[in-house]
């Protein structure tokens, strides 16, 4: 038994039934003696009593008067979010207890009937009650272990101001080397630290006791046997009783490592700087050897550089230290020794002894550990000890740091070697190049210009040196290479420009430009070398080349050219594609090659109308072409004469256009126009109307103007605000300039006493312009009075599943729960039968209140296989020696749970109404399933009445049953048939199912 479960429980329960309340308090009291059961009947009453006493448990009945269980669950979790609260209620379904648990309820029960609910329930409460207990425990736990060190150089201690000593955790006892002293007087502790910082620790204390405050610095330590340490210290005040401080707790952490570390570093970035400034391979390495020694404490260590040939790894620079330990150092192979290997994995290796490693180039020095830092493609750094293993993972650190510098600084002096070199090479090209040549600096000024250069732009080299790049670009370019030069000063690209350029005298010229950027080792760009020449005269071309192929390109028509003759001589690929023919048989051939005899004579007589004296200079006229392949296409023929001088007749020039698709739209056009008046004339039940832009009626039609006295003469040509009232007008107006902007909709208006709705959509031109919009307005007045007729209705029986719930069932409980306490307390012949009454008052409710709701609308049927639920309803009901057998496979779209009723009330029928070795089977039908069993059947004259509400041939039977079986199907639109089955008992098949492939 735990400290936990010895405690009282305080519980609370609230119930806006005080019968009920009284009861369960009665039942818990009895489980469990530890329990304090008290009571209210309103979730306003539970929050005052929380404010002025916390109870241990709060359990709440869900569906109450003012505020529901849940609300209650809110108010406490303000104030409480840990304090058990159980919802205990007889309303049970998954929409509550999923929002019992997204509201962050400690558990759900529903209530039952029988003493062993309380039971569960008297469980419930003691395992949440202990759970938070437990919660709470260790929460105080880990705030003591708190003040324990995790590390090895971390301790606690604690100083009583009362005996004047402090105690110390083994991690302050390894800090101040003495390990065996578990506490020691605050004057003995104050002497341990260095004699200049004494009189702040003593400060530091007597501020804690006096203040009350938090308080941490940074001492330094003289513990006697080793060297000075640096201490971080915090320290923390307590006060156990009254209001004064009667002890002090505190942590100390040696941070000597730390700021060694922290200078260390801070060095390495001076040496960083230092190593940024350096020119020559030799400084870099001068500099390197310097800081290994004065920053890491790498007292012998040298720097080893690959030579050219990549064979041996020669050294450049060395401590003195270095130089008494072994003497003359001596190049090292790269194939055949420790530094070579390194070198060649890229990996820093730390040797404990290098005279134990099997590639020591030299068995016979006098040092021993060793420290091997790759320095990439240049050689290594190397230090060494005459100790074993001096070397450790920090100093690897911190070599590396060192190493990644000195790499930094190599390749950036090779860089700007390697960029020395080439711009000695570049200069060379520069001045021989037959191109105009230009160096520029990194601001894009002009720094050098080769004779060419000079040539093509008019300025000397002297006369242009410092001037800005706009000196030669026309100003209406300046904005185009403006983005080149800042891609080429950001080193982005912009290698390639064509531009308008000015030479000195003012002409203007295009210059093509290659530009080709220089940038240091960091990727600055140092300065940029252009070349380019003068090519206006072959832009020139080019332009007037592409103006001519844009025309071309642009003519989506099908373009013809015929000489005086008669024949073809040119044609478009346009007019390849429309008539199917190739060149080599169009050119040379007549029209007729593609058009009938009637077609040519008119495109003879058009070509006389063109070259009459006063005939027009293009005609436009529909002809029928016909291609090599396929059906006919209309085409729309624009005809012209090619120039010609005097009488002499050069041909003629066209363009055909396919204009099929265009014809078969008017053809469309027409035939909806005819359509829509049909229906504008004849629509039943309604009216259709077609609204111009400007808001006005276009047509109108429909046989429900009839009924409103408003023919269509009356309303064509005329506006909303015309016809109807002003509210109905403005809304109608609203939705038509909806509508005119694109957005359809539908709403709904009275009129006359009639209601009606409204649909609106846009109608749209072959440009896809909005130009009209159509109304459609249908006569709803029917519909919407049964609506209203069936939400009343709907009400009415909502009303009626909640007297059923909760009014009914509450007294039902408490009556159970009473008769459980009268049967333990005295014997009669009648209890029994009280018990078997209030069962079938239960089980009457049960069955009234799933008929109630099983009409309700099932929003969005799911796949369900047949199979499962069939097994699983079997399981849930009490069939005793029943069997069942299944031979189903279906998927169907069904709501679950409903289903599984239906499913269940079937099965209980069978069991209820038939001897206790039934067997009922479930099988396959058409677009459905059945359910039939070996009992006695049902009398034909009887299968009408089995779905009437109450009947039943049972005496403990509700007469609900295949009442809700009835029902359900019905939601769902299925037929039920009855028949015997093969076995002589019953058969119900239920088709029209929604079977899933």
Known sequence: MTLVSEQQIQVLHVDDEPSLTDLTATFLEREDDKFTVETANSGNEVLERVDSHLPDCIVSDYNMPGMDGLELLQGVRENNPDLPFILFTGKGSEEVASEAISADVTDYLQKGTGSETYELLTNRIRNAVNTRREAERADRQ?????????????????????????????????????PNLTEIPVEEAIELFHPDDREEVQQALEKGFEAGDKLRDTWRLHPGGSDERLLDVTITPVVESGEQVTKLRGAVNDITEKKTRERQLTELNRATQALLEAETRQEVADIGVEAASDILNFKANAIHISEADDTQLVPVAQTDDLNSLIGNIQPLPVTDSIAGRVYRDGEPAVI?????????????????????????????????????????????????????????????????????????????????????????????????????????????????????????????????????????????GGEHALNRNVRKDGEVFTGEWHNRVVTNAEGDVQSVFSKFQDVTERENRKRGLEEYETIIEALTDAVYVIDEEGRFTYVNDEFVKLVGYDRETIFGNTPSLIKDEEAVEQAEHQLGRLLSSDGPETLTFEVTVYPRE?????????????????????????????????????????????????????????????????????????????????PPDDIEGRKSHDLFPEDIANELCHYYE???????????QEYGGRQYRIQTAPVRTNNNEIEYVMAVSQNVTEEVENKRELERQNERLEG???????????????????????????????????????????????????????????????????ADIAKDSWQTVGTGQAALETNVSQVVKADQSRLQQLFENLYRNAVEHNDENVTVSVGTVENGFYVADTGTGIPGSDREEIFEAGYSTNEEGTGFGLRIVEQIASTYEWEITVAESEQGGTRFEFTGLEVVE
């Open 142 to 178: 880990e705030e003591l272990m708190r003040l324990t060190e995790f590390a090895g150089n971390t301790g606690g201690f604690e100083f009583d101001r009362e005996s004047g000593r402090v105690l110390l955790t083994v991690g302050a006892r390894r800090i101040i080397e003495r």
């Open 352 to 492: 404990a002894d290098v005279q134990q490693d099997s590639d020591s180039h030299n068995t016979g020095t006098d040092l021993a550990g060793h420290l091997y830092l790759p320095l990439a493609d240049h050689g290594v750094l190397i230090a060494g000890s005459e100790k074993r293993a001096a070397f450790d993972q920090q100093d690897t650190a911190l070599g590396e740091l060192l190493a990644g510098s000195l790499i930094a600084a190599l390749n950036r002096v090779e860089h700007e070697q390697t960029t020395r070199q080439r711009q000695q090479e570049l200069g060379l090209l520069f001045e021989e190049s037959p191109l105009g040549a230009v160096q520029w600096d990194n601001t894009f000024r002009f720094e050098r210009l080769n004779a060419r250069a000079e040539e093509i732009l008019g300025h000397g080299e002297q006369e242009i040196r410092g001037e800005p790049w706009k000196t030669i670009v026309a100003a209406d370019d300046h904005d185009k290479i403006g983005t080149v030069v800042e891609s080429l000063l950001n080193a982005n």
């Open 630 to 710: 396929g059906d006919p296409i209309v085409c729309e023929d624009q005809m012209g004469v090619l120039p010609y001088g005097g009488d002499q007749f050069n041909g003629s020039v066209g363009t055909l256009r396919d204009v099929t698709q265009r014809k078969k739209r008017e053809q469309e056009l027409q035939e909806l126009k005819n359509q829509y008046e049909t229906l504008a004339k004849n629509f039943p039940d309604g009216a259709v109307f077609l609204i111009n832009t400007d808001l006005e009626y276009v047509r109108a039609g429909g046989r429900e103007l009839g009924n409103i006295g408003l």
């Open 738 to 748: 909806e509508t005119l902007n694109g957005n359809a909709s539908t709403f709904g």
């Open 800 to 866: 009626f599943a909640s007297i059923v719930s909760h009014d009914l069932r509450n007294p039902l409980q408490v009556a159970i729960g009473r008769l459980e306490l009268i049967r333990e307390e005295c014997e009669s012949d009648h209890i029994e039968g009280v018990a078997q009454a209030l069962d079938r008052i239960g089980a009457l409710i049960e069955d009234l209140l799933t008929l109630a709701r099983e009409g309700e609308k099932i929003d969005e049927p799911e796949p369900v296989g047949l």
